[in-house]
């Protein structure tokens, strides 16, 4: 069975810090995503990685793909409130396998 | 962008009861439908895969008789929870297969009281 280990779980920091949210696997994915979820609402796909070493920026977010593809990071600058939310990172087993894994999740609080 | 509608957003019901939740694809067609559950504070565990046209693929432990899954169009997957017991109370939601990602439904809260 494959496993993603989300870190950390909870994160509460404060307005303008940079933080960054990490996601191992002793296995190797075809893809790894990262979603945001709000409470009471489905996962919205942010971003997708798919190359080992591939490198993504969206506005503050930066995200990571390992070049292994066993691990992604997440990594936030200057922290805002609109921020606060549950990430999460999934893993595709194999190209066309069509069944992600998902990582425990990270509920980030950022404070004003 | 391709959107997945989930209904209903939440639902009470009685113990013994069976309750049905609807996932549509608006603007695309899906051959393949994902259900998956989540419980508070937790990450989504995938229940099954529903395939169009044929019979759906249970996750281990996940009981297919008290979870049925159809999906008889390219359009329309549901989850019926058969005989619903307290412990069934989740968050269910349905997601789909856009190329790029997943994008998912916006979630069924269910409560079994």
């Known amino acids: 069975t494959q496993l993603l280990e989300q870190s950390p779980q909870f994160l509460s920091i404060q307005e303008g810090e940079n933080l960054t949210v990490y996601c191992n696997s002793s296995s190797v994915f075809s893809s790894l995503q990262w979603y945001r979820q709000e409470p009471g609402e489905g996962p919205v796909l942010l971003v997708t990685v798919v190359t080992g070493g591939e490198v993504k920026k969206l506005k503050r977010l930066t995200f990571q793909f390992g070049d292994a593809r066993k691990d992604s990071s997440l990594h936030i600058t200057a922290a805002q409130p609109g921020d606060t939310g549950l990430y999460l990172c999934?893993?595709?087993?194999?190209?066309?396998?069509?069944?992600?894994?998902f990582g425990q999740g990270t509920r980030l609080t950022i404070n004003p | 962008g391709a959107v997945v509608s989930q209904h209903p957003s939440w639902v009470i019901c009685k113990s013994g009861t069976s309750v049905k939740i609807e996932c549509r694809s608006l603007?695309?067609?899906?051959?393949?439908m994902f259900w998956y559950r989540q419980f508070p504070k937790q990450s989504l565990m995938l229940m099954a895969t529903?395939?169009?046209?044929?019979?759906?693929?249970?996750e281990q432990g996940v009981e297919k008789d008290k979870f049925l899954i159809n999906h008889a169009s390219l359009t329309l997957s549901t989850l019926t929870v058969t005989s619903a017991h307290p412990e069934d109370s989740s968050f269910y939601i349905c997601?789909?297969?856009?190329?790029?990602?997943?994008?998912f439904g916006s979630g069924t809260r269910l409560t079994v009281v």
């Open positions: 997601s789909a297969d856009i190329r790029y990602g997943y994008t």
């Open positions: 603007d695309f067609q899906a051959t393949t």
């Open positions: 999934a893993g595709e087993a194999s190209q066309g396998a069509q069944k992600l894994v």
């Open positions: 529903s395939n169009e046209g044929s019979k759906a693929t249970y």
